[in-house]
């Protein structure tokens, strides 16, 4: 694997992209006037319990209240987490102040989602204050290894005199890291929740206690793993914060740093605008002449597969197996890109050999294993679809850089020319028979008022005859293609 970030760094934004082997696989944005609220803890004071939905909304601070639901409440001295079945007013009352942290970012209309089991993250370990586990990130799978990091924990604690209590995961990135690495960030974290710790007992109305690193330092701590080259940075201010950053906590990255001062934008040189721009679009081209067709909506995700002009295989079942293989792989990319989550139906081109769906299934799976996010996926369908969930934590793409259009209002489709011409033929009607005036004149979108001059010219004609007005039309720049309005005058 040879991979590089580039980190795009403006005053209003920060972008950074993940390319391996030439193709980007994951695009982070973050805006300087919003920035994202997960990892984020705060002071918060619950406003609102819903007994029937066994949750609580508090407010944080933030412009929508943000929502907890009874199994997110963590419980000291028990268990762990509150169940499901646990009545939400044995933990929660109106008024009551809370320490949070964000898990979802507000997505929508929807306030964040926060939990009270609470956590801080250093490069190679994340601190769990309120619970006791020990445990290795599920990405290194050498048990050997996962024996070795736990047993350097618990040296690194034993060395560093640590207070009982509180729980720690290892990284991916802790993979190989010696002692002296893991004392240093048993320091930090316990630095970092000391000051957590009293900001919040000093809070006394919801405020933020903590946040985590802006993008371009998150990206280092979290994504510089092996098999990265470099990390190019086209901010000199940036990358001069990165190489102290990196000097202090993560020595043995400082070397992968580089400043890039191309006159040509970093972005445009790699390709990454262009990448951009096609995953905000519904149809991804495939190399063999095939397409995805992806639609995102508020309830799910869709991808449906197609042959288009492919046909280059010894047999019909032929072409559909490898344009299905080669969907596979194009999707998992795309999940990543587009930071697609939640439910998500994929509907590949039916195969009528089993053995073809599952290897398709199988390479399918084997795609998805370098994302970062927790995906489950179902076996196919009778009906050939697979069915799959990503977990969601950040907007997509599309949410973060697009709005709703005014004129479809998010359906994707507006009326064509010919209907709203029926529309307004509607409307004269209307007018006339409710209304006397002199003559009546139509404003609508250029393309309407031309058919109405030419295809519909007779129809107006027979209107103005049954009316006994003139109807005169008129053109209007501004006007959306099925906005219309029909004056009297």
Not at 38 to 51: D, E, H, M, S, W
Not at 284 to 290: F, H, Y
Not at 347 to 376: C, G, K, W, Y
Not at 445 to 452: A, C, G, K, N, S
């Amino acid at each position: 694997m040879s991979e590089e970030i580039l980190v795009n760094v403006t005053p209003m934004e920060t972008r950074v992209a993940v390319v391996d082997n030439g193709a980007t696989q994951d695009i982070h944005i973050e805006r300087t006037a919003s920035r994202g609220m997960v990892g984020n803890i705060y002071a918060g004071k619950v406003v609102r319990v819903l007994p029937g939905m066994q949750a609580a909304f508090v407010d944080i601070g933030a412009e929508r209240t943000s929502f907890i639901h009874v199994s997110d409440i963590f419980v000291s001295g028990g268990d762990g987490r509150a169940q499901g079945s646990d009545a939400i007013g044995d933990y929660l009352h109106e008024g009551k102040k809370v320490i949070v942290q964000v898990t979802k970012d507000p997505l929508g209309s929807k306030g964040a989602r926060i939990t009270t089991e609470l956590s801080v993250s250093s490069r190679y370990l994340v601190f769990m204050p309120q619970s006791n586990h020990v445990g290795v990130s599920q990405q290194i799978d050498d048990a050997l290894e996962r024996d070795r990091l736990q047993q350097l924990l618990a040296d690194g604690i034993a060395a560093e005199e640590m207070e009982a209590g509180g729980g720690y995961i290892l990284r991916t990135a802790a993979e190989g890291v010696g002692l002296d690495e893991v004392r240093a960030d048993l320091r930090f974290l316990k630095r970092l929740w000391s000051a957590v710790s009293r900001r919040g007992k000093k809070a006394r109305k919801a405020e933020l206690l903590y946040s985590d690193l802006a993008l371009h330092m998150r990206t280092v701590r979290d994504l510089a793993r092996p098999g990265v080259e470099r990390i190019l940075v086209d901010s000199r201010e940036s990358y001069n914060a990165l190489t102290e950053f990196c000097n202090e906590y993560m020595p043995e990255v400082s070397d992968l740093l580089e400043h890039y001062c191309g006159e040509r934008p970093l972005f445009d040189l790699h390709g990454i605008e262009e990448e951009l721009q096609g995953a905000l679009g519904r149809k991804v081209g495939l190399k063999s002449g095939g397409y995805l067709i992806i639609d995102q909506t508020e309830a799910m995700t869709t991808v449906d597969v197609n042959t288009g002009g492919f046909v280059s295989g010894r047999s019909f079942d032929d072409t559909i197996f490898k344009t299905n293989l080669e969907a596979a792989q194009v999707i998992a990319r795309q999940l990543r890109l587009r930071n697609l989550g939640g439910i998500i139906i994929i509907d590949f081109i039916d195969m009528r050999d089993e053995a073809h769906r599952q290897q398709v299934l199988d390479a399918f799976e084997r795609a998805l294993q370098p994302d970062h996010a927790q995906t489950q996926v179902a076996p196919i369908s009778p009906l050939g679809l697979v069915e799959m969930t990503r977990k969601r934590t950040r907007e997509s793409l599309e949410h973060l850089l697009c709005e709703v259009c005014p004129s479809c209002e998010g359906h994707g489709s507006i009326r064509s020319v010919e209907t709203v011409c029926q529309d307004i033929f509607r409307e004269i009607l209307r007018q006339a028979r409710q209304f006397g005036s002199r003559e009546l004149l139509v404003l609508a979108h250029q393309d309407v008022i031309e058919r109405l001059l030419g295809e519909e010219s007779t129809v107006l004609a027979e209107l103005a005859a049954e009316t006994e007005r003139p109807i005169r039309r008129q053109a209007q720049a501004h006007y959306e293609i099925d906005r219309y309005d029909v004056v009297l005058v």
